[in-house]
Nanobody, 124 residues
Framework: VQLVESGGGSVQPGGSLRLSCVGS????????MAWFRQAPGKEREGLAG???????KYADSVKGRFTISRNSAENTAYLHMTNLTPEDTAMYYC????????????????????WGHGTQVTVS
């Protein structure tokens, strides 16, 4: 199993970025996909999740600014981020898991089997 993130970079406050996560080695269409981030000295934070039926969930901190989507034909998950602020600066990770997620589990890193190596987002 491999997850490869891309699309990170440096952006000014108010700007936008779209992150991509390409998965391989598993049946992408059936897995729950999610995006997390981790800033220095902070815990890993679940931002958005999407199931195989394209049902989505968002953390309050990003609701209305970030959009998660997936293209199972291309084995790719996306995170479109808008109105970025310096507080969004972090390493962003893609995660995948075959199990169904609840409102309590989707944002908990413990419940994800597979992780990418991350892509850095810097807002300044």
């Amino acid at each position: 199993v491999q997850l490869v993130e891309s699309g990170g970079g440096s952006v000014q406050p108010g700007g936008s970025l779209r992150l991509s996560c390409v998965g391989s080695g598993f049946t992408f269409s059936t897995y729950y996909m999610a995006w997390f981030r981790q800033a220095p000295g902070k815990e890993r934070e679940g931002l958005a999740g999407i199931d195989s039926d394209d049902m989505t969930k968002y953390a309050d901190s990003v609701k209305g600014r970030f959009t998660i989507s997936r293209n199972s034909a291309e084995n790719t998950a996306y995170l479109h981020m808008t109105n970025l602020t310096p507080e969004d600066t972090a390493m962003y990770y893609c995660a995948a898991d075959p199990r169904r997620k609840t409102d309590e589990s989707w944002h908990d890193a413990f419940w994800y089997m597979f992780w990418g190596h991350g892509t850095q987002v810097t807002v300044s």
